[in-house]
């Protein structure tokens, strides 16, 4: 409903609950917007970018997916680490890192769609053929003798989807 007010101006008669209802949708939206740059710049949570695309068809022939595995950049701080996807394998399955490296993953997928979770981290994001999956990570401590983390599939990938799974190993 409108109305002219003294002045010929119109005004519009908001409810005072609906006015309520607006004023606390506004205070929830700047909420999640602190959520989110506190998730994003404070604690280091990232969503993983589909900036890379590849062809799933070649991208084994083309460097670094055709030899996949850790690159050492910087000794003990900075490593890249190429994985690639297919059910129901990741290659390399065994990865040995430095505790304290910035270590940044490339995954990739040839096949199907897959996940890639690391046990007691948040690194978890999809592995979707024809992109690269990237997210940076860093392990604070070197991992127990004989009992690595683990990384595993999440995507329900085929049959054998429950076998698909690797070893990080951190080191001191
Ligand atoms: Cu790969 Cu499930």
């Not at 053929?129 to 329900?156: A, H, M, N, R, W």
Request: aromatic share 8%; glycine share 8%.
């Amino acid at each position: 409903m409108s109305a002219r007010d003294a002045g010929g101006k119109v005004r519009m008669h908001v409810d005072p609950s609906e006015k309520g209802w607006i004023r606390l949708s506004i205070v929830v939206l700047i909420v999640f917007a602190i959520a989110i740059s506190v998730a994003g710049f404070m604690l280091g949570i990232q969503v993983p970018t589909d900036q890379v695309r590849v062809d799933p068809r070649t991208v084994l022939e083309e460097a670094p997916w055709s030899e996949p595995g850790v690159r050492e950049i910087t000794p003990g701080e900075e490593y890249k680490v190429y994985i690639v996807a297919q059910h129901p394998v990741f290659t390399p399955n065994a990865i040995e890192v430095p505790a304290g490296a910035k270590v940044t993953f490339y995954v990739t997928s040839i096949d199907v769609q897959h996940g890639f979770k690391i046990d007691d981290t948040n690194v978890n994001f999809m592995v979707i053929p024809g992109q690269v999956s990237t997210l940076t990570t860093t392990f604070d401590d070197p991992t127990p003798e004989g009992e690595p983390l683990k990384f595993i599939c999440t995507e329900y990938c085929g049959a054998s989807h429950h076998f698909m799974s690797g070893e990080i190993t951190v080191t001191e």
